[in-house]
């Protein structure tokens, strides 16, 4: 990793700063409890970077503006204000995740009482999904879907003190109704967007050790996303209400030069793919294993069980990729055909994962229970499958169905939205308003399941994982970080040890 303060300014091989703005007039902010993702939110990024291009200068406030590295939600929420208070921008842009609602309204609040002037935009995919409550908490426009030129035109029109009524994309307040202009084009050529703009975050955070990311194996990873849409329309999701449903990719000397640059100036040793599924396309999927292949990395990415065969998996396999990240869902063919429309069958996820095991592959299987009419002999049909087929980890969500999805209609759920500023995955107390399943406990049923499937091969998969952190260790160029990493998660898990032996033994 360079010295942070050493790097380029990137932003000079994209085009000029704004024409008589200072990068301050422009300021993004990412929600506090993203601070510590180790994760990057490549959407703001990608906005940043366009802009910057088109000669619109902007900064990104994150984790930087705390100066160290343990700090609650309020002192973070503080420091957002008084950075504003100081820069003074003329436009403040936030993200948000369905989990983030409360915090990121909380921000956009703080700011238009710091400096009421301000004009506050909101983007991603919860804004995309819920306008109305952002536009009624104090933001004046909401992007909605693909941002890069919705915000762009959008700055301009405002910049030119014209009303942005013909900006396509948008959604805004007039005569307190939501308004929505209409839907923008999606852009067509990928290759026109800059790089994100890495130089404005905590790369040397989000580079640094950390397992989160390629679940379960500590490495320093980026993230890059080589193509945008999905095909598919699974009840439970809304990618393609972001980026439609026609696959656009990028050119390989576009992707390689942005794995080369995380390579080389951030100290990336592994990427993973964030792209819907890519394993859609078989001539980008080899095209993207050249460029890692050359570029010798590591990899992981998202697939679908029925997108697979033999020679991808060869194919990936030997270009450097580790890991498959699958949608298993459910083991119910009536699940997933009816409820989720996912268009994959369970004999197909037994096959694919038949395949990784042949090869090596690690494997991922995101899985859900508590789906609209699912019973608990269905739910029970899911454990027996992903039992069988020996993910290498597994992510369990209760089904909470995202606001703008086909399962939402389905769910119909009467919630308030004070009530949306409380949803979380795993734990909710709202849950049961959503649950329309044979299961009333899904939080027991959901710990169960996982506790059953984590403990099942234990032995083998301990044994695996130790042997992965011995070839991380033979591959970094960082053994340091990674000896201090690991060093610093046992310690981590000691003192976790001792505090709830403490409790357990206080008299
Ligand atoms: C990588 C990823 C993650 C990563 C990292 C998230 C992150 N830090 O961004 C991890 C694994 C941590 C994650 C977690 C979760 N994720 Co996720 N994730 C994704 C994924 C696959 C890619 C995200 C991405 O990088 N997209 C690429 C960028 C370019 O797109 P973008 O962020 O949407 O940005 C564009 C526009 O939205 C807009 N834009 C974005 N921000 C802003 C801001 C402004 C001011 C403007 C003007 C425009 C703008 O412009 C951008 C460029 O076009 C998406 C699927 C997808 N296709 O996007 C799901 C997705 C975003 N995740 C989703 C969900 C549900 C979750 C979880 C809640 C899942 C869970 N069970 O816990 C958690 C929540 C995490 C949290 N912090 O709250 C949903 C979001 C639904 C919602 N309404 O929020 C998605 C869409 C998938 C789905 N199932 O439909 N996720
Ligand atoms: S779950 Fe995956 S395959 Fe289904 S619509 Fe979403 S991105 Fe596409």
């Excluded at 080899?286 to 065969?309: S, Y």
């Excluded at 450097?320 to 996912?342: A, H, N, T, Y």
Aim: glycine share 8%; hydrophobic share 40%; aromatic share 8%.
């Amino acid at each position: 990793m360079r010295d942070v303060k050493a790097m380029p300014d990137m932003s000079a091989d994209r085009g000029p700063r704004a024409a008589g703005g200072s990068p301050d007039d422009i300021v993004f902010v990412i929600p506090p409890s993203r601070w510590r993702d180790s994760r990057y939110s490549l959407g703001v990024m990608y906005v940043s970077s366009y802009l910057r291009k088109n000669g619109y200068g902007n900064a990104i406030i994150d984790d930087r503006i705390m100066g160290k590295r343990r700090f609650s939600s309020d002192e973070a929420m503080k420091a957002i204000v008084r950075r504003i208070g100081a820069m003074r921008p003329r436009f403040v842009g936030v993200t948000c995740l369905i989990n983030e609602l409360r915090e990121a309204v909380e921000v956009v609040k703080a700011v238009k009482a710091e400096s009421p002037g301000t004009t506050v935009l909101a983007g991603g995919t919860q804004p995309t999904d819920t306008p109305g409550i952002f536009l009624r908490n104090g933001v004046d426009y909401v992007v909605l879907g693909e941002g890069e030129a919705t915000t762009l035109e959008l700055i301009n029109k405002l910049d030119s003190g014209k009303p942005p009524d013909e900006v396509r994309g948008i959604a805004f307040l007039s005569r307190g109704k939501v308004r929505l202009t209409g839907p923008r084009p999606l852009m067509e050529d990928l290759d026109e967007i800059p790089y994100p703009s890495f130089d404005l975050v905590n790369m040397e955070r989000h580079l640094d050790f950390h397992e989160w990311v390629l679940r379960g194996l500590p490495m320093k990873t980026g993230l890059v996303m080589t193509s945008r849409g999905c095909p598919y329309s699974c009840t439970f999701c809304e990618c393609n209400k972001l980026f439609g449903r026609k696959v656009r990719h990028r050119s390989y000397g576009n992707i390689y030069g942005e794995v080369k640059l995380l390579r080389d100036m951030y100290g990336a040793e592994a990427i993973w793919f964030v792209d819907d599924t890519l394993t859609l396309d078989k001539g980008h999927l080899f095209m993207v294993c050249r460029i890692m292949r050359e570029l010798g990395m590591r990899w992981a990415c998202q697939g679908r069980v029925n997108t697979v065969d033999d020679e991808m998996i060869r194919v990936m396999k030997s270009s450097g990729c580790i890991q498959i990240d699958f949608g298993v869902e459910s083991g119910s063919d009536r699940v997933l055909r009816d409820i989720i429309d996912k268009r994959i069958t369970t004999s197909q996820t037994r096959e694919a994962f038949r395949l990784c095991r042949k090869h090596g592959m690690r494997t991922l299987a995101n899985i859900m229970i508590g789906l609209p009419t699912e019973t608990r002999e269905e739910m029970l049909k899911t454990y027996s499958l992903a039992r069988e087929i020996g993910a290498n980890s597994y992510v369990l969500s209760i089904t909470l169905p995202l606001p703008n999805t086909r399962l939402w209609d389905i769910v119909d759920p009467d919630i308030s939205e004070d009530e949306m500023y409380k949803l979380n995955f795993f734990d909710s107390e709202l849950l049961p308003r959503f649950n329309r399943s044979g299961v009333k406990d899904l939080v027991s049923l959901r710990k169960a399941m996982l506790t059953m499937l984590n403990n099942h091969r234990k032995l083998g998969k301990t044994l695996s994982l130790a042997e992965w952190y011995a070839r991380i260790f033979h591959g970094t160029k960082h053994k340091g970080g990674f000896i201090r990493y690991i060093a610093g998660s046992y310690l981590n898990f000691a003192y976790a040890v001792v505090g709830r032996l403490r409790r357990e033994l206080a008299p």
